[in-house]
């Protein structure tokens, strides 16, 4: 059965929809043929009863006109008699023809058209009679359809033909006239006895008939709305499921959580979708690590000329320093100054690329964090008059870069000071039900909102050399920190009024 269910859901959802939409319409169709079927049927035997309608008054009028014809003994009215006898003649020629194993359907139209029966009629009420013979209340309406037609053939008619031939014979009315005059009545009463229990028999069966196609076409109907409506949510409950968890997957790897991958449920669209997806995340993982490998490995390598050339300016310095002319002096010292800012930017680029190597995940007392980084800090701090009020600060779990974090943020808040204003930083920790959430503010220069996520970028900077001295690495090691922890950063502010900076650490953190 599981496996069989699997094998549902990896059907591609174009074919399940093919499928929902397949079902519905056979389902329809068979609804409409009901209803068709129902219609022709219920039309047919409304037809049948029209006929007996025909057919009784024509044997009632038939019975008039040769009582009639006995008195006036006038021919017209004999030849009336003769002609409404067509019709129950004409229906007793269709009746004969279709009890035949092999009727021939166009006697049986005729008969039906002498009956006065409407052409549109005729093929319906041939169907009904054929068809459903053996059904209850057509057996019995035939059965009452042929005492009557035995007892216009064998009484009615011959009856008729005996006045005739006595009216003929005999100018004076005799007494066999009188006899067969009497005989009239009780052919008549037996007639009209089996044409009531022929209409009280169409009509049963109809109303029999009228019950049961409701019930089929209800039932019809109920199918189609319970298969619908299952199909549809099934299937749409299995798009639902894999789109959510592609969506729930897609949040996390977005948050940076690149070990995330999405359940795959089917091997539909979505399930394929989903694999592409996983795919892509492990090549993702695959080149951040080679991208990370080369950023250390270039760094590191680049590290050791340099070094040579930074030595051999200084030598130079050292040695030719005010022996040169004013130029001279100038380009050496532009050159000192730029192999200086380049081991700068490639010490940020290696420790960048070194965050989180160690991965060493330790009880940290963050107050001794924020104290140690303060005290690496002091002469800055002093210089600059800056306070710097810390709040309680928890003991948590933390690699050793949170020191990093705290250092980067309160040299920011120093760097970017407003002149004329004493700084003060506020260092501050809220817990959260999963993660503690940390704080940092000063009263700078403050951000514009459109900078907000840009300075997290690395090498992103949003002043000049001359204005502000810096890599613009700073912000991006805080976010790969912060990321580390299973945590996030962002900052809060307004141009001239300060900055807040967030940062969260999770309480479950993952190697
Ligand atoms: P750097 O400090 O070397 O420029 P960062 O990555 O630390 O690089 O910061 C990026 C940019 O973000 C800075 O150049 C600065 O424009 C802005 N910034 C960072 N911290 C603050 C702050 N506390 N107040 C105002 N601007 C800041």
New binding site residues.
Partial sequence: MKAFLQRLRNISIKKKLYFIVGTMAVLIAIELFVLWFAINTLSAVRACVGAEGLWSKAQKDGVYYLGKYARTHDEADYAAFLNFMKVPLGDHKTRMELIKPEPDFDIARQGFKEGRIHPNDIDGMIGLLRNFHNIYYIAKALEYWTNGDSLVVTQLIPLGQKIHAEIIEKSNPSETLTMLINELDPVNARLTEQEDNFSFILGEGSRWLERIILKILLSVALTVEITGLLLSVSVSRGITRGLNEINRATLKIKKGDLSERALVFSADEIGQVAMAMNQMTGQLVKSNKELAQFAYITSHDLQEPLRTITNYADLFKRNYAGKLDKNGDKYLDSLSNATLRMQQLIKGVLDYSRIGHDKKLQLTDCNAVVQEVLHDMSALVKETHTTVQVGNLPDIMAFFELHSMFR??I???I??RKTGTPIIIHIEAQELPNEWLFSVK?N????EPQ?FER??TIF????SQKE???????????LKIAELHGGKIW?E?ESGK??D?YFTISKNITI
């Fill in positions: 980067n943020l040299s920011n808040a760097k970017f000063d700078g220069i403050g951000i900078y300075i997290f992103q900077r949003l002043h502000y001295a810096g890599a613009g690495i700073g912000l991006a090691h805080c900052v502010s300060g900055s900076f």
